[in-house]
């Protein structure tokens, strides 16, 4: 990794369905760290994109009379490449499990593996979860009901496994247990929040097994390479995008450059990106990631959200009425990054009114209205500060502090409510200032200017501040505010010190009044 770079993935996601919001709330988060860090400066780099082998896929293909890759392609064409347009989404590469550069560099690693000894030969019997790719343990399993009583059943998935007996290779996982421990003892922020750490720990202290990387009963995957007749493991081929779309293989400056990332992934893969990903990684002679941040699941009406259970909302049904600033927003503010939350239609039309229209929207049409009707738009020079003036500017300065330090930490809900603390604040002087009642009495002109240009700078500040997150909205006003050069070339670690603009234009209401909310009655 060079200095100042900072490579950040999501989950690829799996082509055998739609996304739903709990996608796209990931994809919403490793965007908005991606484009803070880039207005930091930094060589940001996010990399998204889809996992498209496995029999899971096959299945679902063959059920729909086509073949898997048609299906892939479908999939990534109506569905996961739109998603990225729906929120917004600013990656720097999408990388398909079916390319070239991925399925050429992944037998590559998988050769190196073998060559070096990581990978045997042997016989494995277990229970197969299709819906999770996964061999479960038996306490991975419960007891079905229903239609399914009298079986064992997938915890996640709520249907019976299927009893597996097959000759596979293995890789050696099990060699690499101490050195795991290690490394989650000596860089506690490698697996994050605390409870995914712990979770992973006494996971690998009760001891790991060897992982079987190959299946032979179907042929949708990349070829194993010493051996036709299997496929890789579908996990073990999906980790792999995180380093062949970085350069690995093909592009060594290119590689070095980059790795280590950042995974931003869903808890319930923990253990794939903490345990095993970092084990492959040892065993190839491979910096392990940076670090593999677990997020919360997205509850609504107290269950988790998937399609399977019926819950799935398409990320286009919110988009559609509130737009994809007010997703991101939403999704961000309200939910602790990290832990479970819940979504509902009336959290946030309520947080897109209180907040957005009322606090941030309504303070951007206000002051720049002002300074078009006070001062026929041209932005006023400031006079002498008083204590209030200079305490907004206090304010700016240590909300972006804040900000960037709660970023690198990735909490990103206390950034945005550390920067809301300047909405609050900037509200309130208004309201304090009166500048409506300067602006009737020419002595007090002076006041008025220093008022309105105070307002105006903490606004510019609030439009850097806020790109990352809502960057749509926030061009818009850095345009009205006549802010010099791109908004998403600012530095958003110098917000404060924004070079302001001369004079303001008109700015259309940022967050229009929703006249009437329909609540979609079905995902
Ligand atoms: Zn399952």
Partial sequence: MSAGSFYIT???????????????????AADVLARWHRQSGRDAWLLTGTDEHGQKILRTATANGVTPKEWADRLVETAWKPLLQTVNIANDDFIRTTDERHEVNAQKFLQHLHDEGHIYTGEYEGYYCVGCEEYKQTSDLVDGTGEYTGQLVCAIHSKPVELLHEKNYFFKMSAFADRLLALYEENPNFVQPEAARNEVLAFVKRGLSDLSISRSSFDWGIKVPWDESHVVYVWFDALLNYITAAGYGQNDEEFASRWPATHIVGKDILRFHAVIWPAMLMAAGIEVPKQVFGHGWLLVGGEK?????LTGIAPS??????????????FMRAISFGQDGSFSWEDLSARYQSELANGFGNLASRVIAMVVRYCDGVVPAAGELSAADLAIQATEKRVTDAAGAFIETLAIHDALASVWELVDELNGYITLQEPWALAKNPETRARLETVLHTAVRGLGTLAVLLSPV??????KLWTALGGDGALADQRVDRAWDWAGGAQVSPLEPLFPRIESIVEPTDG
């Avoid at 049904?317 to 939403?330: N, P």
């Avoid at 809502?470 to 061009?475: E, H, Q």
């Fill in 10 to 28: 999501t989950p690829i996601f799996y082509v055998n369905d739609v996304p739903h919001i709990g996608h796209a709330y990931t994809e919403v």
């Fill in 305 to 309: 959200m998937s399609k399977s259970k």
């Fill in 317 to 330: 049904q919110i988009t559609d009425t509130f737009g994809s600033d007010a997703f991101r927003y939403y």
């Fill in 470 to 475: 809502i960057p749509i909205a926030t061009a």
